[in-house]
Structures are given as structure tokens and as C-alpha cells.
């Protein structure tokens, strides 16, 4: 298992900013692609937005496309997901995943591709 810590989730107001933080902790972990999902009640989880290492290039949802942007820290092992214009629909838990493999860009966008998890934070978006 390669633990994945997310943090900066909270309760926000409409058109607030928030950042997300994923660390790997504890091991020497390489990724291919590491990203961001999104589960609300009730729903299926939902692609956000990814980063792919080997071309360095980064990926979103077009529900939040132009809206939040994903970002590595210096570290191989770290990602950020800096939220803006945040609405009541994107309220959800937000998970960080992992997967060493360099997948193609098709397979960014599916949770079944993604092998390491983080335990996911709340982001609560209402006036």
C-alpha cells in the first residue's frame, strides 16, 4: 500500500477559493499519474482533473475546467488542487489517487485505473 494524505478540505462560501493538498507518506513512491476525484451523496465518484509526469501535462473535468487548477509540488510526490469560483455542486469528498503506471491519456479519466487512495477530504461549498 502506498499511503496518500490529503488535506484543506472545509466549509466554504460560494465563489470562495480553497486548496487541496496529497502527500505520499512514508516510502519511495514514483508515480505515473496522480489526480483528483470527487464523490458527492448519492452519486458516482467523478473525475476532477490529473496530472500525467511523463509529458507534464495536466487534465480536468469540464465541470471544473477553468476553475481549479492541479499543480505538483518540488517533490515527485506531492499534487495540489488550488479550487476557485467554488459552487454548491462541487460540494463532495475529494479523493487524491496515485498509479505508477504511465497510462494513456484515455485512462486518466477512470477511477479503476488508479491503484493507491487517499482517505479523501470534505469540501462543503453553501451560504
Known amino acids: 500500500q502506498v499511503p496518500l494524505v490529503e488535506s484543506g478540505g472545509g466549509l466554504v462560501k460560494p465563489g470562495d477559493s480553497l486548496r487541496l493538498s496529497c502527500a505520499v507518506s512514508?516510502?519511495?513512491?514514483?508515480?505515473?499519474?496522480m489526480g483528483w476525484f470527487r464523490q458527492a451523496p448519492g452519486k458516482e465518484r467523478e473525475f476532477v482533473a490529473a496530472?500525467?509526469?511523463?509529458?507534464?501535462?495536466?487534465y480536468y473535468g469540464e465541470n471544473v475546467k477553468g476553475r481549479f487548477t492541479i499543480s505538483r509540488g518540488e517533490a515527485r510526490n506531492t499534487l495540489y488542487l488550488q479550487m476557485q469560483n467554488l459552487k454548491p455542486e462541487d460540494t463532495a469528498i475529494y479523493y487524491c489517487a496515485a498509479d505508477p503506471r504511465n497510462w494513456i491519456l484515455s485512462a486518466l479519466y477512470s477511477a479503476q485505473n488508479y491503484d493507491y487512495w487517499g482517505q479523501g477530504t470534505q469540501v462543503t461549498v453553501s451560504s
Open positions: 512514508g516510502r519511495t513512491f514514483s508515480p505515473g499519474v
Open positions: 496530472f500525467k509526469w511523463s509529458v507534464r501535462n495536466s
